[in-house]
C-alpha cells in the first residue's frame, strides 16, 4: 500500500463512553449495518488484518470471523491506550504469522471514510516509525499509521502518565501529512468527520444518503427529554 508495497493493517477504536451520543456508537446502524461494520468493511478493502479495540464488557455487533478483537487494559487512558493494544494484537497474532508491522488507525465513528483517503496516508509513511493527518496545527492520532515498534514507547508514556498522542509524535520519527495534500483523495474531508452527538449521525446519514432507523430516533428523542 506504501511506496514499498509494505502490508498495512487495520485498527478500529470502539472503546470510548459515547457520553455524547447517548448510546454506543460501535452499535449505531448506518443503512443496513452498524457504524463499526460499515468503519471494518471500508477499511478492508485497502487494510489487512483487521483489529477491533474495544472496552472492558462492551458489546459488539457480529464481525467477520478474522477481525482480531482485544481490548483495552486500563479504562481512561484515551487512544493511546487503544492504539498500544491495536498494535500488540497484530504482533500476537492467532495464526502465528505476523501479517503486517504497521497500521492504520481510526476511530468506529467515521462512516464517510474514504478508502483512498487510508491509501494516501499510508503511501506517506515510507521508513518512517507514523505518519499522522495535520489539519490546521491539529495532529489526527485517530488518522495515522503507526509500526508496531512503537509499543515500546507508549508504554513509557502511559507509565508516565503522558497520554496525548502528540507526546509520542514528538518522540518517534513522524511524517505529517497537510489535508490539502489528501484532498485529490477525500475532496471533502469526510473520512476526519468523526460523529459525535445524535446531530452529527444524523448529518452523515443525510450525505450517505440514508434513512434514520425510528427506534434510534426514538432513543435520542428520549435522550433529549431527560436531559431537559
Known amino acids: 500500500m506504501n511506496n514499498s508495497n509494505e502490508q498495512i493493517a487495520g485498527v478500529v477504536l470502539c472503546g470510548g463512553s459515547s457520553s455524547r451520543m447517548g448510546q454506543s456508537k460501535a452499535l449505531l446502524p448506518f443503512g443496513d449495518e452498524t457504524m463499526l461494520q460499515r468503519v471494518l468493511r471500508i477499511m478492508s478493502s485497502v487494510t489487512k488484518p483487521l483489529v477491533v479495540v474495544k ?18 487494559r486500563t479504562a481512561g487512558q484515551g487512544p493511546l491506550e487503544g492504539i498500544r493494544m491495536g498494535l500488540d494484537a497484530l504482533m500476537q497474532n492467532p495464526n502465528g504469522i505476523q501479517t503486517a508491522t504497521a497500521a492504520y488507525v481510526t476511530s468506529c465513528d467515521v462512516p464517510l471514510l474514504e478508502p483512498a483517503f487510508v491509501q494516501a496516508v499510508a503511501n506517506n509513511l515510507g ?11 491539529f495532529h489526527h492520532p485517530l488518522a495515522a499509521v503507526y509500526r508496531t515498534s512503537v509499543i515500546p514507547v507508549i508504554d513509557s508514556l502511559l507509565e508516565s502518565g503522558k497520554r496525548r498522542p502528540l507526546f509520542l509524535f514528538d518522540q518517534i520519527t513522524t511524517v505529517t501529512v497537510a489535508t490539502q495534500d489528501l484532498l485529490f483523495a477525500d475532496p471533502e474531508l469526510s473520512s476526519l468527520m468523526n460523529l459525535n452527538q445524535p446531530d452529527d449521525y444524523l448529518a452523515a446519514l443525510q450525505r450517505a444518503g440514508l ?8 432513543q435520542f428523542d428520549l435522550l433529549g427529554d431527560s436531559s431537559g
Open 55 to 72: 472496552a472492558d464488557h462492551q458489546s459488539l455487533p457480529d464481525l467477520p470471523h478474522d477481525v482480531l478483537i482485544t481490548q483495552d
Open 127 to 137: 521508513n518512517a516509525d507514523a505518519v499522522v493527518v495535520v489539519e490546521d496545527g
Open 211 to 218: 434513512q434514520p432507523d425510528p427506534n434510534t430516533i426514538a
